[in-house]
């Protein structure tokens, strides 16, 4: 079965940085670009953030404007998400995924960002 858990969100001021970590456990995944970035904030639906396109590239959600960088470690099955410039509108409970092979979500990892 498996298995993702998200950690590193936290209190931050806008402007400030955080980097996500999200960890894959099971056999599902053969590598961690297959797992991507999601997130959903309050009253609004989860939407994708960032991950890998096939050719191992990677994909954003385009209104991030290059704050973001996601990266991987297959030794650890483990997905980054570097956050930098963070605005009040990137609040939100942040997930991880499988971009192709969904699995049951896991309980994500609270981002506030204040003034």
């Known amino acids: 079965q498996v298995e993702l858990v998200e950690s590193g969100g936290d209190f931050v001021q806008a402007g400030g940085s955080l980097r996500l970590s999200c960890t894959a456990s099971?056999?599902?995944?053969?590598?961690?670009?297959?797992i991507g970035w999601y997130r959903q904030a309050p009253g609004k639906q989860r939407e994708f953030v960032a991950g890998?396109?096939?050719?191992?590239?990677?994909d954003y959600l385009e209104s991030l404007e290059g704050r973001f960088t996601i990266s991987g470690d297959n030794a650890k099955m483990t997905v980054y998400l570097q956050m930098n410039s963070l605005k009040l509108e990137d609040t939100a409970v942040y997930y991880c995924?499988?971009?192709?092979?969904?699995?049951?979500w896991g309980q994500g990892t609270q981002v506030t960002v204040s003034s």
């Open positions: 995924n499988g971009l192709w092979r969904p699995v049951p």
């Open positions: 099971g056999s599902t995944f053969f590598s961690a670009n297959e």
């Open positions: 890998f396109k096939r050719d191992g590239s990677p």
